[in-house]
T-cell receptor, first 113, second 113 residues
C-alpha cells in the first residue's frame, strides 16, 4: 500500500507528558501537512512542509508543538507537556505542489487524561 | 476571510434514494474545492475536486458535484445511495497560492435500509 501512513493510531497519555507522532507520506509527494480534528469539527490546519522546509504554521500551533521533516520524507509532530485540550485526532496529508490534491492518512487519536 | 459552510449537520436517507449535500463557500475569487468522506475513526478520503473548467465534476463511488459561482456553492450529489455511503462528508476549499485546506464542519449521512 503506497498511501499515507501514521503511527501510532492511538495514544493515551497523562497530562504533562510528551508525545511524538510520525507520518510517512506518499513517496513522490514533496508536500506534507498536519491537521487537527476535534469531535464534531472539520480538520484545522496546523503546519506544512515543502521538502524539509516548514513553510507555514498556524496560530493554533502553540510553543508546545513542534514538527520536523528532517530529510524531506517522513515527519514527526511532538507535543510537549500535553494538556487535556490537546485531545484530538491528528491527521497527516501529503501532496504534490501541483496539483495540490491532499491525501490523508488514517490519523493518530490522542487522549490526554 | 475564506470559509466553508455546510448547513446540514445530519442527513438521513433511505437506501436507493438520491442525495444532495450542501456546501457554500466564502472567497473573493474562484477557489479550488474538494469533497472528502470520513468513516468513523478513519482519515479522510478524497471524493472529487474542482479546480477549473467544467463545473460538473465526477468523483469516485458514483458521486458528482456542481460548482455554481453565482450561488457560491459546490453541492455533492449521488443518484442512488448505498448503505456503505453512511459516513461524515466534508467540503473544503484551497485558496490559490496557499496550501492549506479550509474545511466545513461536516455533514453526517445516515442511510436506512
Amino acid at each position: 500500500d503506497t498511501g499515507v501512513s501514521q503511527n501510532p493510531r492511538h495514544k493515551i497519555t497523562k497530562r504533562g507528558q510528551n508525545v511524538t507522532f510520525r507520518c510517512d507520506p506518499i513517496s513522490e509527494h514533496n508536500r506534507l501537512y498536519w491537521y487537527r480534528q476535534t469531535l464534531g469539527q472539520g480538520p484545522e490546519f496546523l503546519t506544512y512542509f515543502q521538502n524539509e522546509a516548514q513553510l507555514e504554521k498556524s496560530r493554533l500551533l502553540s510553543d508546545r508543538f513542534s514538527a520536523e521533516r528532517p530529510k524531506g520524507s517522513f515527519s514527526t509532530l511532538e507535543i510537549q507537556r500535553t494538556e487535556q485540550g490537546d485531545s484530538a485526532m491528528y491527521l497527516c496529508a501529503s501532496s504534490l505542489a501541483d496539483p495540490n490534491e491532499q491525501y490523508f492518512g488514517p490519523g493518530t487519536r490522542l487522549t490526554v487524561t | 476571510a475564506q470559509s466553508v459552510t455546510q448547513p446540514d449537520i445530519h442527513i438521513t436517507v433511505s437506501e436507493g434514494a438520491s442525495l444532495e449535500l450542501r456546501c457554500n463557500y466564502s472567497y473573493g475569487a474562484t477557489p479550488y474545492l474538494f469533497w472528502y468522506v470520513q468513516s468513523p475513526g478513519q482519515g479522510l478520503q478524497l471524493l472529487l475536486k474542482y479546480f477549473s473548467g467544467d463545473t460538473l465534476v465526477q468523483g469516485i463511488k458514483g458521486f458528482e458535484a456542481e460548482f455554481k459561482r453565482s450561488q457560491s456553492s459546490f453541492n455533492l450529489r449521488k443518484p442512488s445511495v448505498h448503505w456503505s455511503d453512511a459516513a461524515e462528508y466534508f467540503c473544503a476549499l484551497l485558496r490559490y497560492n496557499t496550501d492549506k485546506l479550509i474545511f466545513g464542519t461536516g455533514t453526517r449521512l445516515q442511510v436506512f435500509p
